[in-house]
């Protein structure tokens, strides 16, 4: 059993940076691999990037690629979503999600089997 509490959203400007935290509790985390996803109002939830139980690993979507760098510190049971130029279509809420892949990384939000409750993200032009 693992729980998820994500944190550091807020309100920002274009252009600007945040970094999202998601602590997680359990002595096994660093068994999972780590995704983060966001649900912008009246919008399906998206994969956003995740990240191998080593850190070895990471994938994106192309809409973050470039911009967005997701990274874990197994010691301190968190993962982490630095996140750069930010531009308004970035407004979101966003949450992570622990899964262990049977092969890669996961984008489908249903092969993840924890959940954090959301943390909102929202961009002003």
């Known amino acids: 059993q693992v729980q998820l509490v994500e944190s550091g959203g807020g309100l920002v400007q274009a252009g600007g940076s945040l970094r999202l935290s998601c602590a997680a509790s359990?002595?096994?985390?660093?068994?999972?691999?780590m995704g983060w996803f966001r649900q912008a109002p009246g919008k399906e939830r998206e994969f956003a990037a995740a990240i191998s139980w080593s850190g070895g690993y990471t994938y994106y979507a192309d809409s973050v690629k470039g911009r967005f760098t997701i990274s874990r510190d197994n010691a301190k049971n968190t993962v982490y979503l630095q996140m750069n130029s930010l531009k308004p279509e970035d407004t979101a809420v966003y949450y992570c999600?622990?899964?262990?892949?049977?092969?890669?990384?996961?984008?489908?939000?249903?092969?993840?089997?924890?959940w954090g409750q959301g943390t909102q993200v929202t961009v002003s032009s």
């Open positions: 999600a622990a899964n262990i892949p049977e092969y890669g990384l996961d984008s489908d939000e249903a092969e993840y089997d924890y």
């Open positions: 359990g002595r096994t985390f660093s068994s999972y691999a």
